[in-house]
């Protein structure tokens, strides 16, 4: 089976494509990369708003399953052609591509958030507020950095997810990597080839990203986990470790016993 | 990096004086009054009145479910009286309160007064150092290396400065404890809450932790302790009060545990001692 379906696959012409299919590669990851960012930003207000008060839970609430209900081609093709036909407003290919997947992953992150921040123990929250710290300084402080541990291997889900359906843009003509092989397969017929390869990069990705989070995840840890990890905590420790001297040293020289 | 100043050999003891409350000795600084709390349709204060004078160690213990913490958690704020008075340094903070008296911020409030929990609710992704100078940054905008170097003088005076690096679930109970002990004194509050302090620990911890308390006591703090440590009790305790089922049962000096007569508290402290 394998020997059949290697005997089908032109390696040399794919690689031959390299250029192409990195290019088509690089547009999909920069549209994700963009789209992650900020989808990250409007899913942390979402959940914010949702975890709020009415009208705010509402107006979320709303905005979740609507975006959480819609097909990623049916956002797509709504942003580029619909918004254009309404408003008169055109976005480049590129832009109507990060705003549609802006405005799904937005919805699924917000309840990612969502439930990270519902899992922060309450007692961080007061003890926050015991110490006379303002709510929102809670938030930042406190609250969100623990929340985002708990979100992060989700929204590394997500980020793949929105890799691959990167794909779907190119109805709209975004020449990511679907439309990079479609191109060339075009004028080839190397279908079997070019979608091959387009998969393996796809894994390729997935592998990264998976790796790229498992990673700030170690560095996240407390104490930190692994090589990076402790290379990225490292400068802070050591300031640490000069303050802890310092003050030793000057406890001893005063000749008070330490306790 | 050069100290910008001398480092005063404060032990926890000389800290707490420093910061004694600018009433003098004696004077109320905590009155409470026909103090109620209900969630929704269960009150769990009925009727509170309570004094605590400046420098008094007041104890406060019961039953489970007596109110003793919520009567704590109303002191500062954390739970929100839903009838009665509440008066912190002549500012009142009760829905109740005499017409006329200057109604008091929350925020404020809870910056004279610390907590520590039973629980200890250390922040898990900051290390001990990091836990000590964070309030200090937020609520006085203390600058980092300042803060820092406050925290490891606190620190050092719960005897934990070489642990200063350490993240919460790297430290034993005891010494979380003592780091949210000396986090809520680095803000220099002029009362101490302590709910349960001890409660959440292995019996071999309790002993550094009360020995911390202890210090502090004589050192003059003003401290409401929610406690079932009885003996600690009477050795601290100036005031002692015996809750059960939302009001005040009993309450009274050292001698309330050797000559008490309500046979409630009779009940409780032979069940406890």
Redesign the interface.
């Known amino acids: 089976m394998i020997a059949f379906a290697s005997s089908l696959i032109n390696w040399s012409y794919a690689w031959a494509n390299r250029g192409a299919l990195l290019h088509g590669l690089l547009v999909a990851v920069e549209v994700s990369a963009l789209s992650l960012v900020l989808s990250v930003s409007v899913g942390l207000l979402l959940a914010v708003m949702r975890m709020s008060r009415p009208p705010f839970t509402w107006l979320a609430a709303i905005y979740i399953n609507i975006f959480r209900g819609v097909p990623v081609i049916v956002t797509a093709l709504w942003v580029y052609f619909g918004v254009s036909e309404v408003s008169g407003l055109n976005f480049s290919v590129f832009v109507a591509a990060v705003i549609s997947l802006t405005l799904l992953y937005s919805a699924f992150i917000s309840e990612i958030f969502r439930s990270a921040l519902e899992a922060v123990?309450r007692?961080?929250r007061?003890?926050?507020?015991?110490?006379?710290?303002?709510r929102p300084?809670i938030f930042v402080?406190?609250i969100l950095?623990?929340a985002t541990?708990i979100a992060l291997p989700n929204i590394g889900s997500m980020l793949i997810g929105m890799v691959k359906d990167t794909s779907v843009m190119f109805v709209i003509g975004l020449t990511e990597l679907v439309a990079t092989v479609q191109n060339l397969a075009s004028v080839s017929y190397e279908y079997f080839t070019l979608y091959t390869a387009a998969a393996v990069i796809y894994i390729a990705v997935a592998f990264t990203v998976d790796f790229a989070f498992r990673t700030i995840e170690k560095t996240?840890q407390?104490?930190p986990r692994g090589g990076i990890a402790r290379a990225a905590k490292g400068r802070r420790?050591r300031h640490?470790?000069?303050?802890?001297d310092?003050?030793?040293a000057?406890?001893q020289q005063?000749g008070?016993s330490?306790? | 990096m050069a100290l910008t100043r001398p480092i005063a050999d404060t032990t926890l003891v000389d800290q707490a004086l420093s910061t004694a409350p600018s009433h003098a000795l004696g004077d109320p600084v905590v009155v409470v009054e026909g103090l109620r709390k209900s969630f929704g349709a269960r009150e769990v204060l009925c009727g509170i009145d309570l004094c605590v004078r400046a420098g008094e160690h007041v104890v406060i213990f019961g039953p489970s479910g007596s109110g003793k913490s919520t009567l704590l958690r109303s002191i500062n704020l954390l739970e929100e009286p839903t009838h009665g008075s509440l008066k912190v340094f002549d500012v009142e903070y009760g829905p109740d309160g005499a017409s006329g008296v200057r109604r008091g911020n929350p925020l404020e409030l809870r910056r004279t007064v610390g907590m520590v929990f039973q629980q200890f609710n250390l922040f898990p992704h900051l290390t001990a150092l990091e836990n000590v100078a964070l309030p200090q940054r937020a609520v006085r905008r203390t600058k980092r290396a300042e803060a820092e170097e406050r925290a490891a003088l606190a620190l050092r005076r719960v005897g934990l400065l070489r642990h200063a690096a350490h993240y919460p679930n790297e430290l034993s109970g005891g010494q979380q404890q003592r780091v949210a002990i000396a986090r809520a004194l680095s803000l220099d509050p002029k009362i101490m809450l302590f709910d349960e302090p001890t409660s959440a620990l292995d019996a071999e911890l309790v002993g550094e932790v009360l020995e911390v308390m202890r210090e502090l006591a004589e050192a003059g703090m003003t401290m409401v302790v929610v406690t079932h440590e009885i003996g600690f009790a009477r050795e601290i305790g100036d005031l002692n009060v015996f809750m059960d089922q939302g009001v005040i049962v009993e309450s009274g000096d050292r001698t309330l545990f050797d000559s008490c007569t309500n046979p409630r508290l009779q009940k409780f402290v032979s069940a406890v001692l």
């Open positions: 123990q007692g961080q007061e003890a926050g507020l015991a110490l006379g710290m303002t300084r402080s406190v950095p623990q541990k996240m407390t104490p420790r640490v470790q000069a303050i802890m310092r003050f030793d000057s406890w005063q008070t330490a306790p």
